[in-house]
C-alpha cells in the first residue's frame, strides 16, 4: 500500500503538466506565458479589455521571470479605479457547440475575479457572452486554479470561435501566470439508475471495512436532516470496501456505467490538524484497473480529480475544497468509456471528466475506494458509499412499454361491457347512485326532463356562489367513463367531470383524481377580452403528501350551445380523454404525445377503484362573479361506466415479499413475481414492472422478477417516486406508508398485476426510542388517552406532515410544543400515513376488546391501524361514515386483539382522515 502513497507524491510532483489522453483534448495556443509584449506591456496574442465600464483604464504590465517557478513572465494588472473594474482579453480561436473550454493558472493579488468567454459565429458576427461564468477570490499567495467553461450557440447563430476575458474588480489586483488552455469534448455526467449496494454508516452495524468513528450530522448547510456520517483516519493507505464480495454483473446496454460512489463530506472536521491525503475510486476486471482520484495537498483551496489507467494518467481536472461536501461517482461502460464527477451538496453544480480508456468490461467488475496518505494522522468524514448502475443524464430512462391510443374509441363497438349508469330519467335523484359531496348544496341539484341539473347562484347575503357536487356511491377500477354535457358560460364557478378515490393519498390504496374535463377557462382571461372556450385536463396523484399534477389544454370548443360527450379510457397504462368520441388533441412538455394521453411511466400509475364525480365548483379563480348573470346551471344528460375487458391477461402473483410490514430506513425489502401467459392467447411476458405507490421502482424485462428496494434516499432518488411534478417539490418518501405491486405485460400489451403489499411504515434510522408522556406509561386494561402520546419528537414519537398544530386559535387546543394536530382530547386534521407512538402498560397477556371513538365526514371507507412493538400488526379499525358529513366523534370501531403482559410500545397508524380521542380495551380472557 505504500507504493501508492510514494506513487501519488511522485503524481502530486507534475501535475503542472496537463495530461488528457482520455479525452481527445486539443490544445488552444494562447501564449499562457505571456510572452513578447508589446510597449505598452500586453504580450502577444492578449489585449486590453476598452469597454466603456472599465474607463478609467487600470494599469497593466508583463513581469519577466514573474511566475512560481521563475521560468515563465507573469500578467498583472493593478491600480484600477473603474467602477465596473479591468479586464484583458486574449484573441479569437476556434471552437463549436459541444466542445468545453478547460484552462488552468496560476493566480495572486486582492479582489473578486471573474472569467467568461466571448463568442462569434462561424460568419464571425457577434454572439454574446457565455451564460456560465467563473467567479473567484484570489489571495496574497500563489494558487493554483482550473476550471471549465462549455462552448455554446448563441442568439446570433452557430458558434464558431471564442475569447477568453479576464476581469477583476474595482481597487483588486490581479497577477497570472502559466495560463493553459485546451478544448475537450462536453463531459459525460451521469444519473443513477439503480442501486446495488449501499452503505449509509446510518446503522451500528457496518457492510463496509473498517471501524470508523460514527457521527451524525448534517450534509450540508441548509438539509436540516441529521444523517450518519464515518469519520475515518488513516496515516497510511486504508480500502473501503462490502466486507462481502460484491462484484457488478454483466451489463447489457452499451451506454449503462457501472460505478462506484461516495459522499466526502470533508478531509478533516474543523479543529482538526489537516494532512495531505486522497481518495482513490477503483474499478478493476481481472488485470485491467481504472482509479479516479480526489487528491487535496494541505494548504490548497483546490481539490485535483485525476483518473488514470494501469497508472497512466488519462485526464484530470480540479473543483474547489468549499464544494464539499460532494457527491463523488466514477463509472465505466462495456466499451471502455469512462465519467469521474463530483456534485456538490452546496450548489448543486457538478464537475466532470470524461473519457475512453482501455478497459473492457466482460464479466466483473469490483468497486472499491481507497483512503490514502503520505502524512500521519489524515482524517476524512464520508457518507453513502454505493455501487451501482448510472446512464448519461440526457438519456431518457422510460422503460419499454405498450398502450394503444385510440384515435376515435366507442366502448360499445369495443366489446366493453355497461357496468353502471344514470340516465336521469326521474324527477329526483337517485341517492342510491349518488352522495352529495361536503360542499354541495342539495337543493342546487335537480333531475327532470331526462337531464341532471346543477345550479349556481347567490346566498341569501350575496357573498358567495352555492352550487352542487355529486360522488358516486360505486367506485371502479378500469374502464370507460363517459358523460353528455352542456357546460356553463357565466364567470365566478366552472362545472367538472372527474373521477376520484377515497382520500386519494395513495393511488394504490385510496385512490387518485382524473379531471375528464374542468372548464375553467371557458370565459375571458381579463374583463373585455374574448372567451377563450377551452377545457382543462388534468390527473392529480399524490407521492406521500406531495401532490404531482399534470395538465393538457383542450382545443379550443366552438358553439358552447351544443351538448357534448366527454369520456376517459384508464387502462392500467394509460389514460386518455375523448370528446364526442374522438382523441383529444393537445400537447404538453411532460409528454411526448400530441394527445391528451397521461402513462403510467411518464406520469403515474394507479390502481385503486375510484369514484366518477359530476361537480360545480364556486371559485373566483374561473372569474369574477360579480360580472356574471346568476342563477345558471350546468347539464348532464347522462353518465356511463364500461369495463375494461380483462379476460386475456396475463398471470401473475408473488412468489416472496417481506415478512414485516414494518422497516427501519436503509432496510432492503425484497419482491418476486411468478407470471404466465395466459392460457387461451399464450402471449409471451416481455417486461415486469416494479411500482411503490404509483411510480415506477425497477424494470426487467426477463425472469426472475426479482426486485430489491434500498430505504433511503439515495435508492429512492433513482426512482420516479421521488421525480417533482408541476409544483418542483421532490416528495420525501420516508415520511410515507409505500403500496407496492408488480405489474407484467405481455407481446399483445396485455397487463396484470399483483395484489398490493403494504410497508405501513418507516422507522428513522439511528437507536433512539419514544418515551412514555410525563414518564407515566398509560395502562390496559382501560382507556388509552390519544392525545397523551409518547414524548420524543418527529419521527420517534409521531409523525405529523404539516408544521404546527392545526388546531392553534381553537378553544382548548393542546398545550404541547409540537406538530400533532391536537386539541386536549382530540386528535384531528389526520393525513394518511401519519401516526402516533404510545407506551403501555399491559396489566395481563390476552384477548382484547379494543373501541375505537372517532369522527369521519368523508363517503368512503377507510382504516386506522394498531402495531405491537415496531414488529406485527395487531389491530386494524375499519372506518366509515354514516352520511352526517361531520368530524364530531360519535362512531366507534372495535377489533379484537392479542396482547401481551408486560411494557410495550403501540403505534396507531392512520390510513383514513378521522378524528380521534380514545381506544378502550376491555380484557376477554387471558
Not at 549 to 575: A, M, Q, R
Amino acid at each position: 500500500m505504500k507504493k501508492i502513497a510514494l506513487a501519488w507524491i511522485a503524481l502530486l510532483a507534475v501535475l503542472g503538466c496537463l495530461t488528457l489522453e482520455g479525452q481527445m483534448a486539443s490544445p488552444v495556443d494562447i501564449n499562457g506565458h505571456f510572452l513578447q509584449p508589446n510597449a505598452e506591456g500586453i504580450p502577444a496574442k492578449w489585449t486590453r479589455n476598452t469597454w466603456s465600464g472599465y474607463q478609467p483604464a487600470c494599469k497593466l504590465e508583463t513581469r519577466v521571470g514573474g511566475s512560481p517557478d521563475r521560468r515563465s513572465n507573469s500578467l498583472r494588472m493593478f491600480d484600477v479605479p473603474a467602477e465596473r473594474g479591468a479586464a484583458f482579453n486574449s484573441n479569437f480561436y476556434p471552437a463549436r457547440q459541444g466542445q468545453t473550454l478547460h484552462f488552468s493558472f496560476h493566480a495572486r493579488g486582492i479582489g473578486q475575479c471573474q472569467i467568461k468567454l466571448f463568442f462569434k459565429t462561424v460568419s464571425n458576427e457577434w454572439n454574446f457572452e457565455s451564460d456560465e461564468k467563473v467567479n473567484f477570490n484570489v489571495t496574497d499567495d500563489w494558487q493554483w486554479y482550473q476550471f471549465d467553461i462549455p462552448i455554446k450557440d448563441g442568439r446570433a447563430g452557430v458558434t464558431g470561435s471564442f475569447d477568453i476575458s479576464v476581469q477583476i474588480s474595482q481597487g483588486g489586483e490581479l497577477e497570472v501566470a502559466d495560463f493553459d488552455a485546451v478544448l475537450l469534448p462536453t463531459p459525460v455526467k451521469l444519473k443513477v439508475t439503480s442501486m446495488d449496494f449501499i452503505e449509509d454508516f446510518d446503522d451500528a452495524e457496518l457492510t463496509v471495512t473498517g471501524n470508523p468513528e460514527l457521527i451524525r450530522d448534517y450534509p450540508t448547510q441548509g438539509l436540516l436532516v441529521l444523517t450518519g456520517q464515518a469519520v475515518y483516519r488513516t496515516d497510511g493507505d486504508f480500502w473501503i470496501q462490502p466486507l462481502e464480495n460484491h462484484p457488478y454483473p454483466a451489463a447489457t446496454a452499451a451506454d449503462a456505467y457501472r460505478a462506484v460512489g461516495l459522499r466526502i463530506q470533508n478531509f478533516g472536521r474543523e479543529g482538526t490538524a489537516p494532512a495531505s491525503s486522497q481518495f482513490i475510486f477503483e474499478l478493476s476486471e481481472g488485470r485491467a484497473l481504472l482509479q479516479a482520484n480526489v487528491q487535496q495537498v494541505k494548504g490548497e483551496d483546490q481539490l485535483r480529480l485525476v483518473v488514470s489507467e494501469n497508472g497512466r494518467m488519462l485526464v484530470q481536472s480540479t473543483m474547489h475544497r468549499r464544494s464539499l461536501p460532494a457527491d463523488f461517482l466514477f463509472g465505466v461502460t462495456p466499451a471502455g468509456e469512462f465519467t469521474f464527477q463530483a456534485k456538490s451538496l452546496v450548489d448543486g453544480s457538478v464537475s466532470a471528466v470524461s473519457g475512453k480508456s482501455q478497459f473492457r468490461r466482460h464479466k466483473e467488475v469490483i468497486a472499491r475506494v481507497m483512503f490514502s496518505t503520505p502524512e500521519r494522522d489524515a482524517e476524512a468524514v464520508v457518507d453513502n458509499f454505493l455501487i451501482c448502475e448510472a446512464v448519461p443524464a440526457d438519456k431518457d430512462t422510460t422503460p419499454p412499454f405498450i398502450i394503444h391510443p385510440d384515435l376515435a374509441f366507442d366502448p360499445v363497438k369495443a366489446g366493453w361491457p355497461l357496468v353502471w349508469a344514470d340516465e336521469f330519467d326521474g324527477d329526483a335523484l337517485d341517492e342510491t347512485k349518488w352522495s352529495h359531496n361536503w360542499h354541495s348544496y342539495p337543493e342546487k341539484v335537480l333531475v327532470h326532463d331526462g337531464l341532471l341539473e346543477i345550479v349556481a347562484d347567490w346566498n341569501d347575503d350575496h357573498t358567495a356562489i352555492h352550487t352542487g357536487a355529486l360522488s358516486a356511491r360505486e367506485n371502479f377500477q378500469y374502464g370507460y367513463f363517459e358523460g353528455r354535457f352542456k357546460f356553463r358560460q357565466q364567470p365566478g364557478w366552472w362545472s367538472a367531470f372527474w373521477l376520484y378515490g377515497a382520500t386519494n393519498d395513495n393511488p394504490f390504496y385510496d385512490g387518485f383524481e382524473i379531471d375528464i374535463y374542468e372548464d375553467y377557462f371557458l370565459t375571458e382571461l381579463t374583463p373585455g377580452t374574448p372567451a377563450r372556450n377551452i377545457l382543462d385536463h388534468n390527473l392529480h396523484v399524490y407521492s406521500g403528501q406531495s401532490l404531482k399534477s399534470w395538465n393538457y389544454n383542450g382545443p379550443k370548443l366552438g358553439s358552447l350551445e351544443p351538448f357534448h360527450v366527454i369520456g376517459c379510457k384508464w387502462t392500467p397504462f394509460e389514460i386518455s380523454y375523448y370528446m364526442d368520441g374522438k382523441l383529444i388533441g393537445s400537447s404538453a412538455n411532460h409528454s411526448p404525445y400530441k394527445n391528451v394521453i397521461f402513462d403510467a411511466f411518464r406520469h403515474a400509475c394507479g390502481l385503486a377503484p375510484i369514484h366518477p364525480m359530476i361537480t360545480g365548483e364556486p371559485k373566483k379563480s374561473a372569474g369574477d362573479p360579480n360580472r356574471g348573470v346568476y342563477p345558471e346551471s350546468f347539464f348532464c344528460d347522462y353518465v356511463r361506466v364500461y369495463a375494461f375487458p380483462q379476460e386475456d391477461i396475463p398471470q401473475v402473483q408473488w412468489s416472496a415479499t417481506p415478512r414485516n410490514p414494518i422497516a427501519n430506513y436503509g432496510d432492503v425489502l425484497q419482491f418476486s413475481a411468478e407470471a404466465m401467459p395466459n392460457a387461451s392467447t399464450g402471449s409471451p411476458i416481455r417486461h415486469a414492472y416494479l411500482f411503490d405507490s404509483g411510480y415506477l421502482i425497477a424494470h426487467k424485462s426477463d425472469p426472475p422478477f426479482d426486485f430489491k428496494v434500498i430505504l433511503n434516499q439515495e435508492f429512492y432518488n433513482t426512482t420516479d417516486y421521488t421525480r417533482p411534478g408541476r409544483q418542483g417539490v421532490v416528495p420525501k418518501f420516508e415520511q410515507n406508508f409505500h403500496c407496492y405491486s408488480i405489474f407484467v405485460q405481455d407481446e399483445a400489451g396485455k397487463v396484470a398485476h399483483t395484489p398490493v403489499w403494504i410497508l405501513a411504515y418507516i422507522k428513522s434510522p439511528g437507536n433512539a426510542i419514544s418515551t412514555p408522556f410525563h414518564d407515566t406509561p398509560q395502562t390496559i386494561p382501560g382507556r388509552i388517552s390519544l392525545t397523551c402520546y409518547d414524548e420524543g419528537g418527529q419521527g420517534l414519537a409521531y409523525m405529523d406532515v404539516s408544521p404546527g398544530n392545526s388546531f392553534a386559535g381553537r378553544p382548548n387546543v393542546s398545550m404541547r410544543q409540537d406538530d400533532v394536530d391536537a386539541t386536549t382530547d382530540t386528535i384531528g386534521y389526520v393525513m394518511s400515513g401519519e401516526w402516533l407512538n404510545y407506551t403501555v402498560n399491559i396489566a395481563e397477556g390476552g384477548t382484547y376488546r379494543a373501541t375505537l371513538h372517532y369522527g369521519y365526514p368523508f363517503a368512503f371507507k377507510g382504516m386506522v391501524k394498531l402495531y405491537l412493538d415496531d414488529q406485527q400488526e395487531v389491530a386494524s379499525f375499519d372506518i366509515v361514515n354514516d352520511k352526517t358529513r361531520s368530524h364530531e366523534i360519535n362512531k366507534t370501531a372495535t377489533a379484537t386483539v392479542r396482547l401481551p403482559a408486560g411494557q410495550h410500545l403501540l403505534k396507531m397508524l392512520f390510513l383514513a382522515k378521522p378524528n380521534v380521542n380514545f381506544i378502550d380495551f376491555e380484557l376477554l380472557k387471558n
